[in-house]
């Protein structure tokens, strides 16, 4: 088990990365949470957290933080991507500048992060990168297609980081949570698009519904925080976390049950069969 462990994580205005952040500093270790707005995380210092600025899809923002972490601190042990939101839309209704910041966020931030933090763990022969991937990059589902988009592109990209970044001591751990009590669902209700006279404006109930699909019956963040934090300070950690209501269950549904099937299942779920 590592112990006394520099740990940086991005996301920590809500949710896991929140939850992170308080688990790991319970734990002992050194703490620096980020986010993008910094009084969203101005409390967390009165829990011995340290706190930083950080837009994951602006690179000054990036560079000034993890200098000034490195300066302080010395090092960063465990970086752990968590920032991302997610969209709910129609593939067709999704405007393409909405698709990119997406994409931006949840997959080329996660990257710049790695591509920041890397050289000093190189540096020092040692270090975690944890991905906060999700079950919805294994099992798309209708009207997430961007969001699904982005995890399965974030763990493609962390099984290549995850063998390249290896001879150098650095561990990759994808985790791939299925339902877990964030605000993940009120969220996304704020991100819900669709062009006006969409062709999908008579199931638009099914629609905004699907934002909060992950809340039913999900996993204790608090519990699900605790999980991570001991994978990913192990001596040996897993490369890939399952966890969270669903998460071994959907990716064994997506590997077992027929496409065909499975896509009328999910279109009457959601509505389309409707149409």
Known sequence: MLNNQVVLITGCSSGIGRALAVEFA??????????????????????QIETAQIDVTDPASIKDAV????????????LVNNAGFGQIAPMIDVPIEKLRLQLETNVIGAVAMMRAVAPHMIRQRHGRIVQIGSISGILTTPFAGSYCASKAALHALSESARMELKPFGIDTIIVQ????????GDTSTGHI??????????IAGH????????????????????KIVAAATRSRPPRVLRLGRGGHRYPLIKRLVPDALLDRVLMKMFGLSEL
């Open 26 to 47: 319970m734990q002992g270790h050194r703490v620096i949470a980020s986010a993008r707005r910094p009084e969203s995380i101005a409390d967390l210092t009165a829990q």
């Open 67 to 78: 200098e000034t972490i490195i300066a302080a601190a010395g090092r960063i042990d465990i």
């Open 177 to 184: 949570p299925g339902g877990v009590t964030t605000r993940f």
């Open 193 to 202: 698009m669709m062009r006006p006279g969409s062709v999908y404006g008579g």
């Open 207 to 226: 629609i905004a519904a699907r934002a909060q699909t992950s809340q039913h019956g999900a996993a204790p963040v608090d519990k699900v925080a605790r």
